[in-house]
């Protein structure tokens, strides 16, 4: 098969950093083409160059698709040609209709005025056949993430889609969702769109594309045949070395209970008496590593964050015992008093001020440990996160680089060293290695694994299972607000907690 | 893991480094500042910087550099107050009815005063921080309620004369206690200003080389001494000059010495204390900052009381000043004042500002009207400059924002 977009010798800089270099990527008509490597290793760049994010004359090199030179000036020019780029953070107004988005900025009007009844039948026709059935005027606001994937999909294929770039689109998905999605990826290159996919789940990966371009520190490493690869080999192109070990070894040392909580019952902010977390129990030992699994809305950040000071939720009712002793926490400050920290999913809205740096971002949750008659001891706290960045290995020129602009994986370390700051018993850490590369991942798996051999107990909330069954000691499943099971590490695999976290309640 | 434990490896540098280090996102407001005030000296054949000019500089525009301190705490937060220059009207109408019509002496009159400040400011934060209503919406409805309150308590007319001592804290000098020395060319000059500003010009080179000391004993990066002495030097050489220029005059105005103290007070509580981090905190990421364990209500809450004092204080001062409260007193102060904040340095979104900045962006703005009137411009060309400075501000910032993105 032909070629139907060539990107040579691809260079990109920004001021002090070559993002790109020299990279080539062929793709061929009708297939699905994915993108891996790490973070940082150019995927997202690569994409903005071709769909016209960064004009042509931004970077060197050059790019051919349907054997026509192409010199976008635009997003808009890309689209023309029929180059539709979704992004990772999905660009729907929420107030608008399903329909109005995806006609936005491309309405079928006549003299000016829209034609409503035109663009919902049409909105309806494209809701078809990407297998949605809700009503084109709909709100996109009342739709969730898998949904909302799908109305950005509806969008792309109004535009006359000839290449369809897709950035992580399932990583806000839950599994039913995300497969979905990749019927219909199927089904779009049957009917003759190329899909250019950039992902981290390998399996994914594995499952729906022909041919993987691997790029590694802004450079093409290869480009491999999917049919002949396995996840390995995929991830040792990407990090360059064979990684034999995905989760640093540990020998667990588990101490007595310090933790525990008890029908933990909590009710939904929004709609008044829904159960979100239903007379939830569990415990934690001193120096164990336990997991929570659970699909996406199942209801594991709620309980964490109703057990930390109650920062989730509304009629919270159940018992929390420390060291032998209920306690209460009716805020953030008497968890973090009584020893308990969380480390939250989503570090950019709820875990750092991306304006600060990372001095002040490591002792905002200490600050009062770090003052003297409420005045901050400013030498103290930056000998204190630059101990941090030391022991944490965070990669940044000083402890006064603004933490907006160091990778995931350095931000994860700085909300990290928040929270080890204020010297917890029980870290509850809610999806630690979310977006962060298989580098970066290892570092943090061996900051956990020091944590719960200092004798902390470490409760550790994800969605990747084999992140779980290789880190933890001791795994619960939470279906629905509700545990159905626990397993211990040596009977847990992926089938029995993927069957426990899809009980049903009975 | 504990945090007493010594660093498990030796820092990467074992020795401080001596490096300049300039962020051109601050200090482009004062070189920007430095530049306006050349300008205009020149324009004006050194009037702007006479003794008696300078003064009137200062003195004329007080009450919006207090004002701008308040108005930059509120900005860091995210938020904003509109109704400050009802405030200031409705404050200093209180103060001339307690004075004036009451007989009240001037300093428990100046207290209560400043007790309704704060429950003004209360009554707006309780909305703000605890009803969740948006500040842009609760200080406009100030706005209106404390506009028709001062017309309420003015019966619509002016009250005045005010108590000597009043006009003194708004209008008046310190004494010349050890009278005057001689100063060569210059001519005669008060002994006691003269101190004042020595001993500030030792206290600015005692403070930076104490933390010059401190931050190289914590290993942590420092100017290069020369540099050291530069800044420093320079920030004593303005110091003396606006403090000579000053005692060539009348002796130091007292709201200068108010000033004074409200800036390092402030600059103080911004900087070092927990409670002014945790505002930056709230500015930056308010939801990180709740997670964190900062107290995001009552930090909201105070920030607006402290906003309602010291708008009764700029009332009383600017009544003082008129010696007379009139209902029209204050009227887009709070333009002036959110001005300030901006072109010193905050940010739209909340989480940047000094309390510095806010003062040298009110500097700016004062330097510029006054040096236009001395140039016998009329007050719409006067308007249409700050307008555009206001703008040229704000863009600079985003830009060099943008270009360090």
Same mark, same amino acid.
């Given at each position: ?506 | ?91 200093? &109408?209180?103060?001339?009815? #307690? ?5 009240? /002496? $001037?300093?428990?009159? %100046? !207290?209560?005063? =400043? +007790? ?124 003396? &000059?606006?403090?000579?220029? #000053? ?5 130091? /105005? $007292?709201?200068?010495? %108010? !000033?004074?103290? =409200? +800036? ?142």
């Amino acid at each position: 098969m032909t070629p139907i977009l060539a990107m040579r010798g691809i260079t990109k800089t920004f001021p002090g950093v070559k993002a790109l270099q020299d990279v080539n990527l062929a793709v061929r008509s009708g297939e699905i083409h994915a993108i891996c490597g790490e973070n940082g290793a150019g995927k997202s760049t690569l994409m903005k160059v071709l769909s016209g994010v960064y004009p042509h004359g931004s970077y060197d090199g050059e790019i051919t698709f349907e054997d026509e030179r192409c010199r976008f000036s635009s997003v808009r020019d890309s689209e023309r040609r029929g180059i539709v780029i979704i992004h990772q953070e999905l660009a729907l107004c929420p107030q608008l209709s399903i329909a109005e988005n995806i006609f936005l900025g491309n309405e079928l009007a006549r003299g000016g005025l829209i034609d409503w009844n035109r663009t919902n039948h049409a909105a309806g026709e494209l809701l078809r056949r990407v297998g949605l059935d809700e009503n084109p005027v709909t709100p996109v606001s009342e739709l969730g993430v898998g949904k909302q994937q799908l109305v950005e999909i509806a969008k792309a294929l109004s535009k006359k889609v000839r290449l369809l770039i897709l950035d992580e689109p399932t990583a806000a998905l839950n599994d039913t969702d995300s497969a979905h999605l990749l019927d219909l990826l199927r089904g779009l290159r049957e009917e003759g769109v190329t899909c250019v996919i950039i992902s981290h789940k390998l399996g994914e990966v594995r499952a729906i594309a022909d041919s993987i371009t691997i790029l590694r520190d802004g450079r093409t490493i290869e480009t491999l045949q999917a049919a002949e690869v396995t996840e390995d080999r995929i991830i040792s192109g990407m990090v360059g070395r064979d990684l034999s070990q995905r989760f640093p070894p540990r020998t667990p040392s588990v101490g007595e209970e310090v933790f525990r909580i008890e029908d933990w019952t909590v009710h939904s902010p929004v709609h008044s008496g829904r159960l979100v977390v239903d007379r939830a129990s569990l415990s934690l030992r001193r120096g164990e590593i336990v997991g929570l699994a659970g699909l996406m809305g199942a209801g594991r950040t709620e309980l964490a964050m109703s057990v930390f000071g109650r920062s989730y939720g509304k009629d919270i009712s159940g018992r929390i015992v420390k060291d032998g002793r209920e306690i209460h926490l009716r805020s953030v400050q008497d968890a973090i008093s009584q020893g308990i920290a969380y480390v939250t999913e989503d570090r950019k809205r709820y875990g750092l001020n991306l304006i600060e740096d990372i001095k002040r971002n490591v002792s905002a949750a200490w600050l009062g440990g770090l003052s003297r008659h409420g005045w901050v001891r400013e030498h103290e706290e930056h000998r204190v996160a630059e101990e941090f960045r030391a022991r944490m290995g965070i990669k940044a020129p000083s402890v006064r680089s603004v933490t907006g602009k160091l990778s995931g994986g350095n931000q994860q370390k700085v909300v990290l060293s928040k929270w080890i700051l204020t010297d917890p018993d029980v870290l509850i850490l809610d999806e630690p290695t979310r977006g962060i590369d298989v580098g970066a991942k290892f570092e943090i798996y061996s900051i956990i694994n020091q944590l719960a051999d200092d004798g902390k107990a470490v409760l550790v909330i994800s969605s990747e299972l084999p992140e779980l069954l290789g880190l933890c000691d001791r795994i619960y499943a939470l279906s629905r607000g509700r545990i159905t099971g626990e397993v211990d590490r040596a009977d847990a695999t992926q089938e029995r907690l993927m069957q426990l976290m899809t009980t049903d309640r009975e | 893991m504990t945090v007493t434990q010594a660093p498990s490896q030796a820092p990467e540098t074992a020795k401080p480094l001596r490096r300049i280090s300039i962020n051109p996102r601050e200090s482009g407001i004062y070189v920007a500042f430095a530049l306006i005030v050349v300008l205009f000296t020149i324009l004006t054949d050194g009037v702007l910087l006479e003794p008696q000019n300078i003064s009137n500089i200062i003195v004329q525009n007080s009450y919006i550099l207090i004002l701008a301190v308040g108005m930059m705490l509120i900005i860091i937060a995210g938020h904003i107050d509109l109704s400050v220059g009802s405030v200031v009207a409705v404050c200093g &109408a209180l103060c001339a009815v #307690l004075t004036v019509e009451m007989g009240m /002496p $001037w300093l428990p009159a %100046l !207290l209560l005063t =400043l +007790v309704a400040g704060a429950v003004i400011g209360a009554w707006q934060g309780y909305w703000v921080a605890y009803f969740g209503i948006p500040a842009f919406i609760v200080t406009l409805a100030g706005m209106l309620v404390f506009r028709a309150l001062t017309l309420w308590v003015l019966g619509n007319q002016g009250i005045g004369p005010f108590p000597d001592e009043i006009r003194t804290l708004s209008n008046g000098f310190t004494d010349g206690y050890l009278g005057n020395i001689g100063l060569g060319p210059l001519g005669g000059a008060d002994l006691v200003s003269l101190l004042a500003g020595v001993a500030g010009v030792a206290a600015i080179f005692l403070v930076q080389w104490r933390q010059r000391k401190a931050r190289l004993g914590y290993l942590q990066q420092v100017d290069p001494f020369p540099v050291f002495l530069l800044k420093a030097g320079g920030a004593a050489l303005v110091v003396l &000059a606006v403090v000579v220029q #000053l005692a060539r005059f009348k002796n130091l /105005p $007292w709201v200068l010495v %108010l !000033l004074t103290v =409200l +800036v390092l007070g402030y600059s103080l509580l911004a900087n070092k204390s927990v409670f002014g981090r945790h505002i930056y905190a709230i500015g930056g990421n308010r939801q990180a900052a709740e997670l964190s364990g900062v107290k995001v209500k009552p930090i909201t809450f105070w920030i607006f009381v402290n906003m309602g004092v010291l708008a009764a204080l700029a009332g009383v001062i600017f009544a003082g000043r008129l010696n007379q409260a009139g209902p029209t007193a204050g009227n887009a102060f709070e333009l002036d004042a959110i001005a300030a904040a901006f072109i010193g340095g905050a940010a739209v979104q909340g989480g940047v500002g000094k309390v510095v900045g806010a003062i040298t962006g009110g500097l700016i703005m004062a330097v510029i009207n006054n040096g236009m009137s001395l140039l016998g411009q009329p007050s719409e060309i006067v308007m249409l400059v700050k307008g555009l400075v206001l703008l040229a501000a704000v863009a600079y910032d985003i830009w060099t924002k943008r270009r360090a993105a």
